[in-house]
């Protein structure tokens, strides 16, 4: 991956909608070989794909919680089995599975605080080989999906 590649993805960060014309344009190059340098990044993994950013509080998402997540224990059978379950549950925004303790993070996103109780009640208290659940209330994004820094 040269410079013209990270530019590439930098502007791809920036504004996934770019038509080729316009990414072109931006990076100094042609369309062909921007069009080829494109597929090449999307053929190599680089680029995993692309999506809209939605404001979870104008489509009723806006209730954030941080969900640690301490495994009973964390071996082979239990690390799958869980991974398998966070997998299924959709309020699972993002889930990390981290060194030390605790085992797991996981981001939650829901329409207000009933919704989590439910969600607590129902799904994250049920997870399989999990000792330890904790939550945490987010008060506010500071920072929210920041482009990588290339």
Same mark, same amino acid.
């Given at each position: 991956?040269?410079?013209?590649?990270?530019?590439?993805?930098?502007?791809?960060?920036?504004?996934?909608?770019?038509?080729?014309?316009?990414?072109?344009?931006?990076?100094?190059?042609?369309?062909?070989?921007?069009?080829?340098?494109?597929?090449?990044?999307?053929?190599?993994?680089?680029?995993?794909?692309?999506?809209?950013?939605?404001?979870?509080?104008?489509?009723?998402?806006?209730?954030?919680?941080?969900?640690?997540?301490?495994?009973?224990?964390?071996? $082979?059978?239990? &690390? *799958?089995?869980?991974? !398998?379950?966070?997998?299924?549950?959709? #309020?699972?925004?993002? +889930? %990390?599975?981290?060194?030390?303790?605790?085992?797991?993070?996981? $981001?939650?996103? &829901? *329409?207000?605080?009933? !919704?989590?109780?439910?969600?607590?009640? #129902?799904?994250?208290? +049920? %997870?399989?080989?999990?000792?330890?659940?904790?939550?945490?209330?987010?008060?506010?994004?500071?920072?929210?999906?920041?482009?990588?820094?290339?």
């Amino acid at each position: 991956m040269d410079a013209i590649d990270r530019r590439i993805l930098a502007e791809l960060q920036r504004d996934g909608r770019l038509s080729l014309t316009e990414l072109a344009e931006r990076v100094s190059l042609s369309m062909s070989p921007t069009h080829r340098r494109l597929r090449a990044l999307e053929t190599s993994g680089a680029i995993t794909g692309y999506r809209a950013v939605i404001d979870a509080d104008v489509v009723g998402m806006g209730f954030g919680a941080l969900v640690f997540v301490t495994m009973a224990q964390a071996n $082979r059978d239990t &690390v *799958p089995a869980f991974d !398998a379950a966070v997998a299924e549950i959709p #309020e699972v925004i993002q +889930a %990390l599975r981290l060194f030390g303790d605790p085992d797991y993070l996981l $981001r939650v996103a &829901v *329409p207000d605080l009933r !919704a989590y109780e439910k969600l607590w009640d #129902e799904k994250l208290s +049920a %997870l399989p080989g999990v000792a330890r659940v904790q939550s945490t209330l987010v008060m506010k994004t500071v920072v929210d999906d920041r482009a990588l820094p290339l």
